[in-house]
């Protein structure tokens, strides 16, 4: 499939010399975008973003991030989960997703994070990502955790992805799913916050807010089983209207609507 408008001029496919060339450009021909060189860079480069292989990962690059290695998915538990498989469902989270929850959607899967980490505490998952670029991303890093000893051992498989525009996928669901989980790109409170993550700068310069993000509730309230879990920065008003609850965590929090 294509892009749309929004990607072409901005983005291209970098190969620096480093693995089988015809990788790279089949990934060109999948986004019908460039392949560019390192010749290519100089003096100026012609594009704002880059994708490339780096370190054995596919790695997202902006003009700042060509010297400096890169962004890809991390397929590792952050900071103060468990290792162990499955982890406790424990958190604001797991909280949120209740206690009875087995199957969830994750409907704006992004950097695959907080889908991750869903997936490591057992939970059935299915990731929807609507951005091809963004899927790439994800698709690479599901094959690297695919490989992880740890999951060959448990004959475990990493989620599932899907590419696509959720609104219209969650209208095909054969089975609703316990949960549907929305973690949808708000509006920043300020320009370019110093706090904000690298990985979501880049991503916000490169595919926008998701303006249609009152249509995605409306559709994953319909389609759930049980719940819709809807991730928000603490300063913004609920996607939902007032929600059945609210589970509070650092700078954010996670609205629960119940459905029935």
């Known amino acids: 499939m294509g892009l749309t408008a929004p990607y072409l001029g ?33 003096p100026q480069p012609t594009e704002a973003f880059f994708l490339s292989w780096r370190e054995g990962c596919l ?16 397929i590792h538990p952050r900071q103060g989960e468990q290792r162990s498989w499955p982890a406790p469902k424990d958190g604001a989270l797991a909280k949120a997703l209740g206690r009875k929850t087995k199957t969830v ?48 051992k448990l004959q475990v498989s990493p989620p599932r992805l899907v590419t696509g525009n959720a609104i219209e996928w969650l209208t095909t669901l054969s089975t609703p799913p316990d949960a549907i989980y929305l973690d949808p790109m708000f509006p920043p409170k300020r320009k370019k916050s110093a706090l904000a993550k690298k990985s979501m700068m880049v ?4 595919l926008g807010d998701d303006d249609d993000k009152n249509q995605l509730f409306t559709a994953a309230f319909q389609a759930t089983g049980k719940r819709v879990v809807v991730k928000s920065p603490d300063y913004a008003e609920p996607l939902g209207g007032k929600p059945t609850e609210s589970i509070q965590g650092k700078l954010l929090r996670y609205d629960v609507y119940l459905k029935g």
């Not at 089988?20 to 390192?38: G, S, W």
């Not at 790695?59 to 991390?74: I, P, S, T």
């Not at 057992?122 to 094959?143: H, K, Q, T």
């Not at 991503?203 to 490169?206: H, K, V």
Request: include cysteine; glycine fraction near 6%; hydrophobic fraction near 45%.
């Open 10 to 42: 901005q983005l291209a496919v970098l190969y620096e010399n480093q693995g089988d060339v015809r990788d790279f450009q089949h990934l060109a021909e999948r986004l019908d975008i460039p392949l560019r060189t390192h010749a290519d860079l100089h």
């Open 59 to 74: 790695k997202l690059l902006d003009h700042e991030l060509l010297k400096k290695g890169g962004l890809a998915v991390d």
């Open 105 to 152: 959607v994750d409907a704006t899967t992004g950097w695959g994070q907080d889908s991750l980490h869903m997936f490591r505490m057992g939970y059935e998952l299915l990731c929807i990502e609507r951005s091809p670029v963004m899927a790439e991303l994800l698709r690479d890093g599901f094959a690297r955790l695919a490989q992880q000893d740890w999951l060959q």
């Open 203 to 206: 991503l916000r310069d490169l």
